[in-house]
């Protein structure tokens, strides 16, 4: 009898094995007494208890905690009665910057790191930075979810008040999420169906070669018309390449005495290949989309079925790059350019603006339909309505008259991991 009931415990035992080894479900909190062997008071101890491919529920609550994944499972908030938030908020006494820029070195401090795993996936969760700690010194950079070298998806998830103060200031840096590949590594994310506002920088960010972003039916909500950092809403940069579609981003508009200096954008794409952008709503952004080259091209974008509209001082959608296709755009209203096929950032023998096809869109209250000075673009079937100039050779409208020096000149500001002076962000476009 007692050999059968030391049989008896192995099997037992052996199966509870098995379903851990497997991916079993766990939970952080007490709402499902259906899970009791499982619940864990802290999404981390949760975590670290985890095998890969494990599922963990988090209850309705409020976790005061600073959160490392390094292994493929799913987080994912949970029902319980009437309750549906999941809200991760920095522990007390703030977050701790206890990882380095794999570039510059430059601390960062995120509330949700996920690092060296494929199939993370983050699921209705709130991520709040609210009373975050991080020095308003622009010593630290600050992120809600960051995926180093990292994959998987990011789906009806809320990121907000990531900044360094309530009231901002100039350092640029505080994103939402943040996707990163450094020393050959890959990042590739998929952000779905998910809620960004409250940022200090920029929304969704995803930077350097290796990495894809895929931004898609989400909800990016800069500050408006504010003072600090030149916000960015949705960021493809330095290498990165993806698809931005289905997204609604808007009101991305740095204050500034006289349009002479830096930009806000709601979608920018710098110095990243190839980079899809479709059917997004895109609305009152100092200037909306932006395709530029820098230390690398961005040639090769396809900009198509978008509907901008309440463009501030710039331009609705601006291709300072070469040979991209924008195709089937609805622009209401800009300051500038409907669409400019820029030159200015040229450099070398490289020369912007160029190569572009820009057929079947409808501008209607823009200072120019299409802008640009270059030559060997594609320009047909496009519908003009209540522009000042249908088409303009140039760079900046109006037109400056000959002899008279332009102001009307801006500097794109993207998200730079690895530089924190907004000095470095060249080259200055109209």
Known sequence: MQRLIRFFGFVVFLAVSTQLLFGATLQVGTCNAVAAKYEYKTIQAAINAAVSGATINVCPGTYAEQITITRPLTLEGITSGTGNAAVIVPPTGG??????????GTPIAAQLYVTGATGVNLTNLVV????????????????????????????????????????????????????????????????????????????????????????????????????????????????????????????????????????ASGILVYAAHGVTISGNAVVDNQTSIVVMTAETDADRAAVTSNHVYGTHIFDAIDLCSDHNTVTGNAVDTADSGGIHLDSTCSSGSYVSGTG???????????????????????????????????????????????????DALMVMAPEESHVTAQARYVPSQP
């Not at 802008?371 to 303009?392: E, K, P, V």
């Open 356 to 406: 572009n096809t820009v057929e079947l869109n409808t501008v209607n209250e823009a200072c120019a339909g299409v802008l640009g000075n270059a030559s060997g673009n594609t320009i047909s079937g496009n519908s003009f309505f209540n522009t000042t100039y249908t088409t303009l050779a140039g760079d900046v409208c109006p037109p400056v008259e000959a002899g008279v020096k332009s």
């Open 128 to 263: 709040d930075g609210a009373n975050n700690g991080v020095p308003t010194d622009c010593s630290t950079d600050l992120a809600g979810i960051y995926y180093e070298n990292a994959s998987g998806t990011i789906h009806r998830v809320v990121t907000r008040n990531q900044m360094l103060e309530s009231s901002m200031n100039g350092c640029n840096t505080g994103l939402g999420i943040w996707i990163m590949s450094a020393g050959g590594g890959v990042s590739g994310v998929s952000v779905t169906g998910s809620t960004i506002h409250n940022y200090q920088k920029g929304g969704i960010v995803g930077n350097m070669s290796g990495t894809t972003l895929t931004a898609r039916g989400n909800s990016v909500l800069g500050m408006g018309s504010a003072t600090g950092a030149t916000q960015n809403g949705i960021q493809i940069g330095y290498g990165a390449t993806g698809v931005i579609k289905s997204n609604y981003v808007a009101d991305h508009d740095w204050y500034q005495s006289s349009p002479t200096t830096w930009s």
């Open 95 to 104: 977050l701790v910057a206890g990882l380095n820029d794999p570039v510059s």
